[in-house]
Nanobody, 115 residues
């Protein structure tokens, strides 16, 4: 059974940093690009960044230069380093394959940026 478990969220002040982690089942991690998505209150879920098996990355314009996605294949883990956080980054953050599969959504991790 595929499982994705996100962690690392929390409350941070504007300008602060957080590092999110996503532990993935080996069965999907080894063959798929992985992505981070987020959903803010009242908004649709959106793609934040993804990373291919070969390490190529792509970012939403809103986070370019501030967020960095990486993966550690030996641990079946994908990370999202978030710097210079803004209040508009407040959302529940999820990981999934890229493109995503509906059945793979986990609980997500809440990120709140507020003073």
């Amino acid at each position: 059974q595929v499982q994705l478990v996100e962690s690392g969220g929390g409350l941070v002040q504007p300008g602060g940093s957080l590092r999110l982690s996503c532990a993935a089942s080996g069965s999907i991690f080894s063959i798929n690009a992985m992505g981070w998505y987020r959903q803010a209150p009242g908004k649709q879920r959106e793609l934040v960044a993804y990373i291919t098996n070969g390490g190529s990355t792509n970012y939403a314009d809103s986070v370019k230069g501030r967020f960095s996605i990486s993966r550690e294949n030996a641990k079946n883990t994908v990370y999202l380093q978030m710097n210079s956080l803004k209040p508009e980054d407040t959302a529940v953050y999820y990981c999934n394959t890229y493109p995503y599969y509906w059945d793979y959504w986990g609980q997500g991790t809440q990120v709140t940026v507020s003073s």
